[in-house]
């Protein structure tokens, strides 16, 4: 009998919240659907894209972003015809072949890791203290990708935009030293470097994004009232 006077206790204290949210949303309850946001520049719809020259002083981060575009265009289904030779100077006067052209190039790359101060922590054992040494490694890599979209069939630029991506990581690396005395030099670990091509990756991808939202449609996640039956 106790229990079912407490449990009748905790479920009173939660009505006037329950009252509190009817009030607020007139009893309509929310869904959470996934809806189309359309892009602000334009819809390329069933335009015919051609991806152009890509190049520029880092050649390799370029055509890395240009196998993601193409791979981020494939996925909405547009028709992509690939001409890595193409470029503003030598556009056709009337290119029947296409309605677009993208072409790009990566202006910067850069890779910054950064080891911190060694940072102490002790923990307490059979009445001795011991102590462990960490450093923590920040690692930050940036691309920037300078992207054109142009009419194929007028070599007008319709968008210019330069495209930077950026990803910062942290890591802790243990240093192998138990006194509570600062380690020396010696015993600081080297930087972790293995990581830096998927950060690359991420980096590429994020620029390459931000160029896409100009002109290709992406779905979020809404809150909306649900619409009930009259």
């Not at 009893?27 to 015919?48: A, F, H, T």
């Not at 100077?89 to 910054?112: F, M, Q, R, S, W």
């Not at 462990?132 to 069939?153: C, E, G, I, M, S």
Request: some cysteine.
């Amino acid at each position: 009998m106790t229990h079912l006077w407490l449990g009748r206790l905790i479920w009173l204290k939660f009505v006037p919240v329950i009252l509190l949210i009817s009030s607020l949303t007139g009893c309509v309850p929310y869904v959470r659907r996934r809806v189309l946001v359309r892009p602000p520049l334009m819809d390329l719809g069933q335009k015919r894209v051609i991806i152009g020259k890509f190049g520029g002083s880092e050649l390799g981060i370029s055509l890395e972003a240009r196998q993601i575009l193409i791979q981020k265009l494939k996925a909405v289904a547009l028709t992509l015809i690939e001409r890595p030779n193409l470029g503003i100077e030598n556009l056709p006067i009337k290119n029947e072949e296409g309605d677009l052209v993208i072409l790009g190039e990566a202006t910067y790359y850069h890779v910054d890791i950064y080891l911190g101060p060694p940072e102490r922590s002790s923990s307490e054992l059979s009445n001795q203290i011991w102590y462990t040494w960490a450093t923590r490694q920040t690692t930050t890599v940036t691309v920037n990708l300078f992207l054109k979209l142009v009419d194929a069939k007028t070599g007008k630029i319709i968008l210019s935009k330069q495209c930077v991506g950026k990803i910062q990581n942290w890591t802790s690396l243990d240093i192998p030293w138990k006194e509570e005395t600062a380690p020396p030099q010696i015993f600081l670990p080297e930087p972790v470097t293995s990581d830096v091509f998927e950060y690359r990756q991420i980096a590429i991808e994020r620029a390459v994004s931000e160029f896409c939202s100009q002109f290709m449609p992406v779905y979020k996640w809404k809150w909306e009232k649900e619409a009930l039956d009259e």
